[in-house]
């Protein structure tokens, strides 16, 4: 899928203000062409040259959306958002199925003998949990992870975020990413 220029790897590295880790592509981008949500590897090679499990399948790279989430997330809104998720069957079971399209979508990507290694080292149970790899379906790790997806995909939890909050495209004059590409500095 990879769907990135030497450009975008510039800005998605000032964006991130480090190299990013697994990057197999640009899921979406903002009307002015800039990487909005990247989706990465399933597994990436670590810092001992082994595979380790990276439940991140859509990373949110936008500063302004990655800012406006985190702001949220500082007021409690997750909470407010598990308690609705726990009070409300039909958004348990939206909730359910896009994980489980999450994690079909993650599982798919892995090669053979990713799949294997998987497998023969027990890791199958870091891949099977939720988006972000939390382990239950009555709490959220991270609505930026929701987000991410809902904007590449779909994801009742990132919609919810985003409707509730307008969450969106930079303003034309106020192109956080335009100031970046000018930077030479990794996160100016």
């Known amino acids: ?40 590897r399933p597994l990436i090679i670590g810092e001992n040259e082994q595979f380790e499990v990276f439940p991140t399948l859509y990373w949110l790279s936008c500063p302004r959306r990655v800012e406006r989430v985190s702001r949220i997330e500082s007021q409690g809104y997750i909470a407010k958002l598990e308690e609705e998720l726990v ?10 199925e896009d994980e489980n399209d999450y994690l079909e979508k993650q599982w798919g990507l892995l090669s053979e003998e990713e799949k294997n290694f998987v497998e023969k080292r027990g890791l199958r149970g870091a891949l099977s949990r939720g988006i ?23 994801n009742i939890i990132g919609r919810m975020v985003q409707d509730r909050f307008e969450i969106g495209d930079c303003h034309r004059g106020e192109i956080r990413c335009e100031e970046l590409k000018d930077s030479d500095q990794l996160g100016d």
């Not at 030497?6 to 000032?14: A, F, L």
């Not at 009070?87 to 359910?96: A, F, G, I, V």
């Not at 972000?132 to 779909?154: M, N, P, R, T, V």
């Open 87 to 96: 009070s409300n069957p039909e958004l348990q079971e939206e909730y359910r």
């Open 132 to 154: 972000g790899g939390i382990e239950s379906d009555k709490h959220i790790k991270c609505l930026h992870l929701h987000l991410a997806h809902q904007i590449a995909e779909a």
């Open 1 to 40: 899928m990879d769907n990135t220029s030497e450009e975008d790897r510039d800005i998605i590295r000032k964006q991130l203000r480090k190299e990013p880790k697994g990057l197999l592509g640009v899921s979406a981008r903002c009307r002015y062409g800039y990487p909005v949500v990247l989706m990465t």
